[in-house]
């Protein structure tokens, strides 16, 4: 019999998966429920902050508190199930989370068969409307009505049901197990598999998929490969790279363009990211980009360096067949070509008082251009009033963060700059500072808004600073007196010593130029350094300040607090 199957969790800090709540049902060949399974988990730690977890929706946190454990949990859910039941997920993500709480609970595998009916529902869909999205889109976009609150097992399985049967996606696609008549003698068993009684899986049109995985062969396949079974069960693909992300082995007869995507993909990072050396992951050798070696390792497993002394202080070796030397070394390529011809000017206020007293680099006008746009950004959004998910109001800080200058969202192998219009469905995102961040993560450039590295924050401004009006001296006159902390005047510079550094701000420059001085590393030192920010008003300069030495000062502390021994010993 088939079950549909859903199981709600999330990853807490060191990796372990926390199981929160799961659901069940047994359905006949049309669909329908016959009888229905579900439960909530006792969370790890009932102490931890994660009950803002879409993982949590639809319970109170003292259901979940008051819930059993995992192993009562999965010890109930397996009593209820059948032996000859097939366990059928949606997504791969839920199977293997599933086969790992197994794993974990009892060290075993699942001990009944799994399919995941997604691709497979993909693959024979015959609507003509979209086949990539949520359950909950999907059934929408078809006016199949649903559970409207997301994220709970109970609606995923209703959902979930709903549209197999709103689709009439048969069930004879998803192959059963046979039965204990049948599986009694293995050479009756035998006989039957080679009789033409044995009803195939119905023919899958091969045009809607570039590239097709037999699952039973655990083989790649193109859509027109002769050695493809048609019958088999299949699940498709639109590209080689997201086969080789999964380390699929292709079929002799597509290994060669199998292999060509992967070098086209590792040459790409390679150019990108200019790098003159490379290694593979776990691996003691580096290697010239070209190497042979390297020819049949997924591009994922790459990764590389530009300078050839950061390859010997990691502690590899050169490889003794492409011999990479230090002088094939190239630094790497400036992204900014300095205008001299630009005025040292930025958005200045409405009566003209905030100008700045020196040249800025194009990475400053950069970061300065990203800080007003996500102020407004975020502004705006305040001001809206909507009632909004924690997922929404997570993607929402995601996207106006002034560090970030491209974007993607989970499931999705391309990156966006701020004003595409793609980002405006997605959700999950992740932001990234540097052009060759979002490569090195194994994204590709969406091809309609076109993102390149001319766009990088190198310097990021943060969002709570403003460019302020009638600011002193004696404004930081104030804020010292506050804080307790020593200070002096010498015009045009302003001293402020802490326990742990010495601040040296010209006041007289705009934006604020601030030099330091570690007392922590060298408690006797005069020498400044300049800092590497960007500070916009007197007043976030010296908050900046008292937020980095009250970090410093609270670590020492504890560090001595370690070190000595105890007194009343």
């Known amino acids: 019999m088939l079950v549909l199957m859903d199981l709600e969790w999330l990853m807490i800090k060191g990796g372990r998966l926390c199981p929160t709540q799961t659901a069940a049902m047994h359905v006949d060949d049309n669909w329908n429920c016959i009888d229905r399974f579900d439960s909530l988990f006792l969370p790890l730690s009932v102490t931890q902050d994660y009950w803002h977890h879409d993982a949590y929706s639809g319970a109170k946190p003292e259901d979940f508190k008051n819930a059993p454990s995992a192993f009562s949990v999965m010890k109930k859910l397996f009593k209820w199930l059948n032996e000859d039941d097939v366990l059928c997920w949606w997504t791969e993500k839920n199977e293997t989370a599933f086969r790992n709480l197994v794993m974990y609970l009892w060290k075993r595998e699942v001990p009944r068969s799994m399919c995941v009916v997604y691709p497979l529902w993909q693959m024979h869909v015959t609507d003509g409307l979209s086949c990539k999205g949520t359950l909950y889109s999907l059934a929408g976009e078809r006016g199949i009505s649903v559970p409207s609150v997301q994220h709970v097992s109970v609606n995923n399985v209703e959902a979930f049901r709903a549209l197999l049967q709103g689709t009439a996606f048969p069930s004879s696609f998803i192959r059963k197990p046979m039965s204990a008549e049948e599986t009694s003698d293995e050479a009756e068993y035998k006989k039957t598999q080679s009789t033409s009684e044995a009803i195939p899986l119905p023919a899958v049109d091969l045009t809607k998929f570039s590239l097709y995985y037999d ?53 790409h990072i390679v150019s ?53 030397t230090i002088k094939q070394q190239v630094g790497p390529k400036h992204v900014y070509a300095q205008d001299p011809q630009k005025r040292a000017q930025f958005n200045q206020n409405a009566d003209d008082t905030w ?32 009632p909004k998910s924690y997922t929404e109001l997570r993607d929402e800080h995601t996207l106006t963060q002034t560090r970030y200058a491209f974007w993607s969202a989970k ?4 990156f966006h700059t701020r004003n595409c219009g793609k980002l405006q469905n997605m959700n999950e995102l992740r932001g990234f500072a540097k052009y060759n961040d979002a490569v090195r993560a194994g994204l590709t450039p969406c091809k309609l808004c076109k993102p390149s590295a001319k766009a990088d924050i190198n310097i990021s ?62 408690p006797h030192t005069q020498a400044f350094h300049k800092q590497s920010r960007l500070f ?23 560090i001595r607090e370690v070190s000595e021994p105890n007194k009343n010993e």
């Open 461 to 522: 401004v943060p969002i709570y600073q403003n460019m302020r009006k009638g600011e002193s001296r004696h404004t930081l006159d104030r804020l010292c007196k506050a804080a307790k902390f020593k200070h002096h005047f010498e015009s045009p510079n302003y001293y402020i010593e802490t326990p742990v550094g010495k601040w040296r701000i010209n006041i007289n420059t705009c934006p604020v130029d601030v030099h330091h001085a570690n007392l922590v590393k060298e």
């Open 215 to 267: 699952v039973d062969k655990a083989t790649l396949h193109r859509n027109d490969c002769p050695l493809l079974d048609p019958a088999a069960q299949l699940e498709g693909f639109d590209d080689f790279r997201i086969c080789i992300q999964r380390k699929l082995i292709p079929c002799q007869c597509c290994s060669k363009e199998y292999w060509k995507a992967n070098r086209e993909a590792y040459q």
């Open 411 to 414: 499931g999705y192998q391309t």
């Open 355 to 386: 100008v700045t007293t020196r040249k800025l680099s194009k990475g400053e006008m950069t970061a300065l251009t990203r800080h007003q746009e996500a102020r407004n950004e975020r502004a705006a959004l305040e001001q809206s009033g909507q």
């Open 272 to 324: 990108t990211c200019g790098f003159n050396y490379v290694y593979q992951t776990a691996e003691t050798v580096f290697h010239r980009p070209n190497c042979v070696s390297l020819e049949q390792i997924p591009y994922t497993d790459v990764l590389g360096e530009v300078y050839y002394a950061k390859c010997l202080k990691k502690g590899m070796k050169p490889c003794e067949l492409c011999k990479p």
């Open 536 to 558: 916009l008003s007197l007043t976030d300069t010296f908050e900046y300040i008292r937020r980095h030495d009250t970090d410093l000062i609270k670590e020492q502390s504890k």
